[in-house]
């Protein structure tokens, strides 16, 4: 057995997100968001399921604070939601929805718990899409102002500041496949959101160094490594492409300060519109970049791989394998002049159910986490720069167009009675954070 020890000052932590946790979707002079919108449509979320209520952590953020305690999380990173405190995106502020991230704030601070504060996770507010959304340049600068109200708000208490959570997603599968809100198919609009997403980062980072320097600013990016099924010449050839075409749409302007130019190809006629000084502005320095890593793609040269013979696949249909995280952060530590890293996201959808024994027995969860928190330990022997981790998700809740039947959580959620079980894994995780290692 082997002991892998991390650094005393590492930062464990478990992630949600306010629209999949909060519920309380038009209460307190909440404005309708995006994912409202678009999860009250039929047919666009599994089983009609919707955020209405979700995991009613509007309501029970103290208990939830109390599960984290239980679990001695170092750190919470969760998002604020844009419509709760600015109900039409810009403007009035409703002061009740602010009220309640500063008490979250204030309670975390009590318990010792790390706040770290996501922006944007996907729900604008509705009112804002009217006028034409991420389309529209001039959400980028509605993003600044509400960033800078939060900031002003709960910058003396929250120290690191998320402008994006995944940017691709937003652009990808919110205008491309049109699976996420705001539910559109065109790939003009799909390179056009991408660049104002990464114009409104740069604003968001000037905004927040300018109302509180001392705090640590940063993106979060999702990335999934592309690998060859083989060491053909052919294969690697594959792989590297993929990765081009898929990965590095924001990795590149946000850290080399240029689009890559397999996009330039790839898009053609659809290159968005770029104003003169946009390139500097998206590539300011950050304090540190989150990374979501769930799983990888596997390429030939006859195109990706569906499944790979022997190995595990989870509720999601993505494939497990560990060791391709510590080889992408590896990677995109030698490609990149990269700040510090917080794994800010990674975790696993298993069929959980409650135990005869009342119960969550998920042992291929524990396998799953032990194996990521080992390679990251040896990618930081490797010399990348881990800071912190996060583990997706604190509990169960609202997985976007899945809607509730993927359970991703540390905590079981029963959606009926809003009860809470920590699951096998959330009290293994809790074992790991007090001895601060892993042993495999
Ligand atoms: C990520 C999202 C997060 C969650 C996980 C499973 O893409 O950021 O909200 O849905 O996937």
Known sequence: MTDHKFPHNFLWGAATAAYQVEGAWNEDGRGESIWDRFSHMPGNVSNGDTGDIACDHYHRWEDDIALMRRIGLKAYRFSTSWSRVLPTGRGGVNLKGLDFYDRLVDRLCAANIEPLLTLYHWDLPQALQDEGGWDNRSTAYAFADYTALMVKRLGDRVKYWTTFNEPSVISYI?????????????????????????????????????????????????????????????????????????????????????????????????????????????????????????????LSAKGKL????????????????????????????????????????????????????????????????????????????????????????????????????????????????????????????AEVIRRNEVSD
């Open 306 to 429: 569906e499944k790979i013979e022997g190995s595990e696949y989870t509720e999601m249909g993505w494939e497990v394998c560990a060791p391709a995280l510590r080889r992408m952060l590896v990677k995109i530590n030698s490609e990149y002049e990269l700040p510090p890293i917080i794994l800010t996201e990674n975790g696993v959808a298993f069929n959980d159910e409650v135990g005869a024994d009342g119960n969550i027995h998920d042992p291929r969860r524990i396998d799953y986490l032990k194996n990521h928190f080992i390679q990251t330990r040896l990618a930081m022997l490797d010399g990348v720069d881990v800071r912190g981790y996060m583990v997706w998700s604190l509990m169960d809740n609202f997985e976007w167009g899945h809607g509730f039947s993927k359970r991703f959580g540390l905590t079981y959620v029963d959606y009926i009675t809003q009860k809470r079980i920590i699951k096998d894994s959330g009290k293994w995780y």
């Open 174 to 298: 919110g205008f491309l496949t049109g699976e996420h809100a705001p539910g559109v198919k065109n790939q003009r609009m799909a390179y056009q959101v991408a660049h104002h997403l990464l114009v409104a980062h740069g604003l968001g980072v000037q905004t927040i160094q300018a109302v509180k320097p001392d705090v640590n600013a940063g993106i979060v990016l999702n990335l999934w490594p592309a690998e060859p099924a083989s060491d053909s010449a052919e294969d690697v050839a594959a792989a590297d492409r993929y990765w081009n075409e898929q990965e590095t749409l924001f990795l590149d302007p946000l850290f080399k300060g240029h689009y890559p130019p397999s996009v330039y190809n790839m898009v053609g006629k659809d290159m968005p519109k770029i104003h003169d000084g946009d390139l500097a502005l998206i590539a300011q320095k950050l304090d540190y970049v989150g990374i979501n890593f769930y799983s990888r793609n596997v």
